[in-house]
């Protein structure tokens, strides 16, 4: 079964962007701002990791971010920022609430992916790995 990631970002060209990278690791949710985002974390909504666009600490999305943060029921899922800001305050101020990444606007979506899949312990399915495991003399490949 593939991970479940919500996405909040109101651009819908680069949700579009995300939505097509992850597509085949993942199950992605996308919703433009924060009010539809808390509508899909109501009780019963698990993801494994949000995505959460924030340019400016006074956006509704912070305040979503902030939420998160401080949930009994959601503060150890991973959350990743992206941002257009070049402020570094606020990439501070994300990164004391708890994040897990913060990424720049633009940014490499293979990189981006690879990230994503580091948060959520995927192994890369371009990468084929084989383990060599002796049992009882039988030669067995993972």
């Given amino acids: ?3 479940k990631i919500l996405l909040v970002e109101e ?3 680069l949700s579009f962007l995300i939505e097509t990278v992850l597509e085949k690791n993942y199950q992605t949710v996308s919703v433009a701002d924060s009010n539809f985002a808390m509508q899909q974390l ?3 909504g698990h993801f494994d990791l949000v995505i959460i666009s ?3 600490v006074t956006s509704a999305n912070f305040q979503l971010l902030h939420h998160l943060s401080t949930s009994s029921l959601l503060k150890k899922m991973p959350i990743v920022v ?3 800001a ?3 305050i606020l990439q501070q101020d994300c990164e004391a609430i708890g994040i897990a990444a913060f990424m720049r606007k633009p940014f490499d979506p293979q990189l981006f992916a690879q990230r994503i ?3 959520t312990f995927v ?3 371009t990468q084929i790995t084989r383990k060599k495991i002796n049992v009882f003399n039988l030669n067995f490949y993972l």
């Fill in 54 to 56: 924030i340019d400016e």
């Fill in 1 to 3: 079964m593939k991970k």
């Fill in 11 to 13: 651009n819908k060209a």
């Fill in 42 to 44: 109501m009780p019963g």
């Fill in 123 to 125: 192994k890369p399915t």
């Fill in 82 to 84: 992206l941002s257009n």
């Fill in 86 to 88: 070049q402020n570094i």
């Fill in 117 to 119: 899949d580091e948060l």
